[in-house]
C-alpha cells in the first residue's frame, strides 16, 4: 500500500490533509481516486490506515480509519556523526543510512574536514539533506523520517554522547579494541552513537577528547574504509548485532 509522509500539524481529528510534492504524487503521479486507501505517516513513528476522500488542485484529504501498529522501526537508536565529506557523498551517506534503520545524522566539521561552506551553502544543503532523508524513509517502507541535524563543530558533537549508553569513534591507529570485542559486550544497548572521520581521519588530539567525553576508539578492520563507505557498513553492522537486521 502507498505509503505518505505528512506534517504532524496536517492531522485533524478523524481526517489529514496531505499537501506539497505527496498531494502531487497521489494524484498526478500515481492517479489516484477517492475510495482508494492509503497509509499516512507523522514521520515520528505513527502509522495510520486511510481512505482518500477528496482530491484537489493542491491538497488530497482522507479519512483517517485506524491507527496502525508500527513494525519496521528499529528498537535500537543508532546515531551517525559524520565528518563532512567531499562533493555529494554526504548525500550518499544519509540515503543509504536511512535506508538501514538509522535514528539520525549530524554532520560534523573536524580539523581534517575539506569542505568549506558559507552561511547559503549550508542552507541549501541541509534542505537536500533533509528531502534525501524523506524520499529514502519513504522508499524503505520507514514510519520515522531520520533527523538531519545542524552542521556543528567536533567538540559541540562530543557534547552530545552523553545521552548514550555507547559511542564508539572508529580510527586506523587503534590497535588494542576492535569493534567484535566491544559490541560482544554491548547486548541490550538501546543507544548507540558512532563518529566517522573525513577522508584524512581523525586527528591524535579529536580522539584523545573523544576519550575524555567517554567515546571508545576502535579498529574495524585491517582494511581502511572510505569516508562514505565506513559509515554505511558500520550503520548496517550495528543493526545486525544490535538491532532487527537479519530477524
Known amino acids: 500500500m502507498a505509503r505518505f509522509f505528512v506534517n504532524p500539524k496536517d492531522f485533524f481529528d478523524n481526517q489529514v490533509v496531505i499537501s506539497g510534492t505527496e498531494a502531487n504524487h497521489i494524484s498526478r503521479v500515481l492517479r489516484m481516486k477517492p475510495g482508494q486507501k492509503i497509509t499516512v505517516s507523522d514521520g515520528c513513528g505513527k502509522d495510520f490506515l486511510a481512505e482518500i476522500i477528496e482530491i484537489n488542485k493542491d491538497?488530497?484529504?482522507?479519512?483517517?480509519?485506524?491507527?496502525?501498529?508500527?513494525?519496521?522501526?528499529?528498537?535500537?537508536d543508532v546515531v551517525l556523526f559524520q565528518s563532512l565529506p567531499k562533493f555529494d557523498k554526504m548525500d550518499i551517506v544519509i540515503q543509504k543510512?536511512?535506508?538501514?534503520?538509522?535514528?539520525?545524522?549530524?554532520?560534523?566539521?573536524?580539523?581534517?574536514?575539506?569542505v568549506k561552506l558559507n552561511e547559503k551553502k549550508i542552507h541549501e544543503r541541509q534542505k537536500r539533506w533533509s528531502r534525501i532523508a524523506r524520499e529514502a524513509a519513504k522508499q524503505s517502507n520507514r514510519s520515522c523520517i531520520p533527523k538531519v541535524g545542524q552542521v556543528m563543530d567536533f567538540k559541540s558533537a562530543l557534547n552530545m554522547i552523553n545521552e548514550f549508553s555507547l559511542t564508539i569513534i572508529p580510527?586506523?591507529?587503534?590497535?588494542?579494541?576492535?569493534l567484535k570485542q566491544i559490541l560482544r559486550n554491548s547486548a541490550g544497548i538501546k543507544k548507540i552513537s558512532f563518529f566517522i572521520g573525513p577522508e584524512g581521519g581523525f586527528t591524535q588530539n579529536e580522539v584523545d577528547l573523544a576519550m575524555k567525553k567517554g567515546a571508545q576508539p576502535v579498529s574495524?578492520?585491517?582494511?581502511?574504509?572510505?569516508?562514505?563507505t565506513a559509515g554505511?557498513?558500520?550503520?548496517?553492522?550495528?543493526?545486525?548485532?544490535?538491532?532487527d537486521i537479519g530477524g
Open 220 to 228: 574495524l578492520g585491517p582494511r581502511i574504509l572510505r569516508t562514505e
Open 171 to 178: 580510527w586506523e591507529e587503534e590497535k588494542r579494541h576492535n
Open 232 to 243: 554505511i557498513a558500520l550503520s548496517a553492522i550495528l543493526m545486525y548485532e544490535l538491532g
Open 59 to 76: 491538497c488530497v484529504k482522507a479519512e483517517i480509519i485506524v491507527k496502525t501498529t508500527t513494525v519496521n522501526e528499529p528498537l535500537l
Open 97 to 114: 543510512t536511512t535506508e538501514l534503520g538509522i535514528k539520525a545524522i549530524y554532520p560534523v566539521i573536524t580539523e581534517r574536514t575539506v
